[in-house]
């Protein structure tokens, strides 16, 4: 992410997350999520959110998260990055 588009992208990418993780959980509060923190613990979301979330990444961008990849995508970074890297 050198530059200025890859950045834009990679900020409406994190902006589409966080909108898909209101889909799933309004009262979350995404404005003051650590984006480094575990955020299914952080945001209270159980194992049927954290499903319906991939379920809805994988219709908005065409990602599909297998599940021995779940433990590199527990952050809103990380996830983000993961969906940036196979987008």
Known sequence: MNNHSSLKDYKSL???VC???LD???EADVQHLDPNEEFREELDL???DFMNLLDLILKETG???PERDY???NSLQSLTEYI???K
């Open 71 to 73: 433990v590199k995508v």
């Open 84 to 86: 940036a890297t196979r």
């Open 24 to 26: 799933i959980a309004p």
């Open 46 to 48: 159980d194992s049927m």
């Open 14 to 16: 994190k902006d589409l």
């Open 63 to 65: 990602v599909n998260v």
């Open 19 to 21: 909108k898909l993780i």
